[in-house]
């Protein structure tokens, strides 16, 4: 049984509580039972690793308060918002006979026990906390769920777990799912389908792009075939041309006739 100290406090006023915190204080206060409602703190550095543990909430506690001891259960934190520690805690005392509802926390032990996560099973929890209503003198820390011998698809429900006696669920009309032990889950990526343009359908921007391009590229051609249609003409304009001199060459001039008179002359 866990043991805290704690002493009587006479501050009230928000500056009061504030002034105890600086000092490294936590305001509390202890209600229930017969006796009156009664002001405390509580030490910082005693608290606050107890607070950070998951069965704080559920575990009963001797609250030592100037010597006189109190069983006390936790039952609200509240936290600052910026720093997120502890600045007021709320005890109930237990006096016996009364119950109390509780959220106990949820323990898994062997796991190398499990033949269905052996073989790659996952372990998915439903219900880390399991709400009871237990006896003051009977309240359980956590409760302990087995996993020995679970294989793939078991569903461990709250009949298969073994309470403290005189503890019952507070769901009480169905067997609930606390944890089951499930096949892995293995993503597969979807297959990528070809798209086809159909007849009537309009086709795809870049296929419209493509079409034109390939009619840019045959006007191209037929401007880059009309020079060698030039070229021929030209060819055949200079033929013609290349004739011409070879008729000249023929041709005999008139002087040239004279001489040749003259010389038919003298010879006769």
Request: hydrophobic share 30%; charged share 30%.
């Amino acid at each position: 049984m866990n043991i805290i100290k704690a002493t009587k406090r006479t501050s009230a006023s928000t500056g009061q509580l504030n002034k105890l915190r600086s000092e490294g204080f936590i305001p509390a206060i202890l209600y229930g039972g017969k006796k009156s409602n009664l002001n405390i703190s509580l030490k910082k550095l005693h608290l606050q690793d107890l607070v950070k543990t998951e069965t704080f909430m559920s575990k009963v506690f001797d609250l030592n308060i100037d010597g006189n001891p109190e069983k006390v259960l936790p039952r609200e934190i509240a936290y600052d918002p910026v720093s997120d520690e502890p600045i007021h805690v709320d005890f109930i005392r237990i006096t016996k006979g009364s119950i109390l509802t509780l959220e106990i926390p949820v323990k898994f032990i062997n796991f190398d026990k499990s033949p269905g996560l052996k073989k790659g099973g996952v372990l998915n929890i439903v219900r880390r906390k399991i709400e009871l209503k237990c006896p003051t003198e009977n309240i359980p820390n956590e409760i302990v769920v087995d996993l020995d011998n679970t294989e793939i698809n078991t569903s461990l429900k709250i009949s298969s777990v073994k309470l403290p006696e005189n503890v019952v669920p507070t769901i009480t009309d169905r067997d609930f799912v606390i944890a089951t032990v499930v096949a892995p889950t293995i993503l597969v990526e979807p297959e990528k389908v070809e798209e086809t343009v159909a007849e009537g359908e309009m086709p795809a921007e870049g296929a419209t792009e493509d079409s034109e391009g390939a009619e840019k590229t045959e006007g191209n051609k037929d401007k880059t075939a009309k020079p060698s249609d030039d070229k021929a003409k030209v060819a055949s304009g200079d033929k013609g041309k290349t004739v011409k001199p070879s008729d000249n060459k023929t041709k005999t001039s008139p002087s040239d006739k004279g001489k040749v008179a003259s010389k038919e002359t003298k010879k006769k």
